[in-house]
């Protein structure tokens, strides 16, 4: 069954520079555990491979059921120099949000 991650989740953006940070958080914890299979970094880099260049890191937060993603090079260059529309990558985590998910079969 195919869903869109905005289904289960919801996501923050944050910036340092040419850094974008990216959490994933579930709307109910029981989903922590799904994301975090389902949710990799091959995915987010192959849904955002026009826009993010560098290397993504992956933190799991368990205690608070979440998930980070650092982006390096994935904002044209930072707030300061960057002439992209939104330079602060804040639409990037609703661009997230739209990934296609394929759950397992329930059997």
Do not use: W
């Amino acid at each position: 069954m195919g869903i869109k991650l905005y289904e289960i989740a919801h996501s923050r953006a944050g910036d340092k520079g040419n850094t974008l940070i990216l959490s994933l958080i579930p709307y109910e914890e029981k989903d922590y555990e799904l994301l975090r299979n389902l949710i990799t970094v091959d995915k987010v880099k192959e849904h955002f491979k026009e826009i993010i260049h560098g290397e993504i890191v992956r933190y799991e937060l368990p205690n608070i059921s979440a998930l980070q993603f650092v982006c390096l090079q994935a904002l044209a260059g930072g707030v300061t120099t960057s002439l992209v529309m939104d330079t602060h990558g804040k639409t990037l985590s609703y661009a997230l949000l739209e990934m296609n998910l394929e759950l397992p079969e329930i059997t």
